[in-house]
């Protein structure tokens, strides 16, 4: 069962091709929640997926909610974060104002490390009924690192069709356009500090 974790974790039902590093960006933008849907053999994966994304092209957080039918037949609910975080404390998610449910880390690559526990009809329904989301890494140097995600539009996804690879490819069109210019506004400003501290030099 282990591979189709990785599967999962390594972004084949996304259709985004991101890097994953070790610094988090609080600033994200994403895509929303979808429904992707892929034949693995004689198993079918259906995986409500949202992805945080830093106006670097870097994966910050990835939540998962797969249900695998088939060959095998399993429902998992996965987080996925950069790597270089302390195992231990795993990821602690929170829905709105509830009490932090702990999700335990179940492996890391060079790229991420993957929390995941079994999914259950109770969660999802705290999901549905929720309005934000947020996940809580611990960085190798002892930082909780949160992300808030929001849970707007998770129903339509989980209880929709899911997505065509038509509609896939426009909302990552979508996202690579907001990251782009969110990379020349940050250009901007950058550019725009160092006129000023230019000046501000030639003046004394």
């Not at 702990?102 to 993957?114: D, G, H, K, L, M």
Request: hydrophobic share 40%; aromatic share 6%; with cysteine.
């Amino acid at each position: 069962m282990k591979h189709l974790s990785y599967i999962l974790a390594s972004g084949a039902l996304s259709g985004l091709v991101m890097t994953a590093g070790s610094a988090f960006a609080q600033d994200a933008t994403s895509n929303g929640w979808y429904k992707a849907c892929n034949d693995q053999g004689e198993t079918k994966i259906c995986n409500v997926q949202y992805q945080a994304v830093a106006s670097t092209g870097q994966v910050i957080t990835s939540i998962n909610l797969a249900e695998i039918t088939g060959g095998v037949n399993r429902r998992v609910f996965q987080v996925t974060v950069p790597t270089d975080r302390l195992i231990p404390p795993g990821i602690a998610m929170k829905v709105d104002d509830k009490k932090p449910t702990p999700v335990p880390f179940s492996f890391c690559t060079p790229r991420i490390c993957a929390a995941e526990v079994d999914l259950d009809d109770k969660l999802v329904e705290v999901l549905r009924s929720g309005t934000s989301m947020e996940v809580t890494s611990t960085n190798f140097q002892g930082k909780a690192n949160p992300i808030k995600i929001s849970l707007e539009g998770f129903g339509a996804a989980y209880d929709g069709a899911p997505i065509t690879q038509e509609d896939l490819a426009k909302r990552q069109k979508a996202l690579e356009e907001q990251l782009k210019q969110k990379a020349e506004a940050a250009q901007t400003e950058l550019q725009k500090a160092l006129d000023a501290a230019k000046e501000q030099g030639e003046a004394q």
